[in-house]
């Protein structure tokens, strides 16, 4: 149908190629093709410039992109209102998230979600703040949950809560009596820093070179796994919150140490959605879920039984 003809366009404009597009859609490389060729028959003009390392977009491309994507927007919102009508959400919810926030808290979610909208289905994305705000921004997702860092224009920051970063070291690290650390405690000991938080790993950057200090770094990763490993090996020192190693602290395998005197230990955590663009009544009904757990998850650790889990007073 017409919508899935627009979706593959979509697709291609987004990766830049066809074989990447296929790739994601799961649909082979000349099924696309020809709906591309089908599409830029039925319009009468090119919609991509064919180069060798991939296509880029026509005027006429980016014209029909920005009506691709509004028609895609419209019929997406209309299943909705239809299954509405019906007294139950439909559709597909597009969320972003930190990759600490796929661990347990939005698995978790999605599927109590799912236990009172079964005929909701979700696309997941995980990656970096930088990311998962861009995906809001472009239309790629419905909405990110992420910090209450810099953030794109037409979005707005909702339902957030306190969610500082702490020093996570192993049990039987130096540091893990600490009732509190600074940077420049951490930095006497080999760091482990996640290479696409960005802005969070500037601002560590910043503040050690404040106190011309750099530490010493010995990884670098963007997987949360790995680095998490390293802690446990008590190789270094990461900076986390405490929502992607719960199982962790839990078992006091880790510890979450106060960060002192730095702006990481003021980070909220948060919804980030779209100002103008119009969501689905299941994307709204997950937002105001999420949001919830937020709250209820800001209480829990904030009671004795959490706090002694880390160094607070």
């Known amino acids: 149908m017409h919508a899935a003809v627009l979706r593959y366009f979509v697709v291609v404009a987004r990766a830049g190629s066809i074989r990447k597009a296929s790739e994601e859609l799961h649909v082979a490389s000349s099924a696309v093709s020809r709906q591309i060729q089908k599409l830029e028959d039925e319009l009468g003009t090119p919609l991509f410039e064919r180069l060798p390392n991939g296509l880029r977009l026509t005027q006429a491309g980016i014209v029909t992109l ?14 909705s209102e239809i299954g509405a009508l019906g007294g139950k959400n439909t559709g597909t919810v597009k969320i972003a998230a930190l990759d600490s926030l796929l661990v347990h808290f939005l698995p978790e979610q999605v599927m109590a979600f799912h236990q009172q909208n079964p005929d909701v289905d979700f696309r997941v994305h995980g990656g970096s703040h930088i990311r998962v705000t861009d995906l809001v921004a472009n239309g790629e997702a419905d909405f990110a949950a992420t910090f209450g860092l810099d953030f794109p224009e037409d979005t707005e920051f909702v339902h957030d809560v306190p969610m500082p970063l702490m020093a996570m070291v192993a049990a039987d690290h130096p540091l893990g009596k600490k009732e509190s650390v600074s940077l420049t405690d951490c930095a006497d000991y080999n760091l482990l820093l996640h290479m696409d938080s960005t802005p969070t790993r500037f601002l560590i950057d910043v503040e050690l070179s404040v106190f011309e200090r750099t530490g010493r770094t ?80 800001d209480v829990t650790w904030n009671s004795p039984s959490w706090k002694a889990r880390w160094k607070s007073a």
């Open 66 to 79: 920005r009506h691709a994507k509004a028609t895609l927007e419209d019929f997406e919102f209309l299943k």
């Open 218 to 297: 010995l990884v670098t990763s963007n997987s949360l796994n790995m680095l998490r490993s390293m802690v446990l090996m008590d190789a270094g020192i990461a900076f986390y919150t405490p929502i992607g190693m719960i199982d962790e602290m839990r078992a006091g395998t880790i510890v979450g140490i106060p960060l002192r005197g730095s702006k990481l230990d003021s980070l909220r955590l948060g919804i980030l959605v779209p100002r103008r663009r119009r969501l689905t009544h299941a994307a709204e009904a997950m937002i105001d879920q999420l949001g919830q757990a937020l709250k209820d998850l």
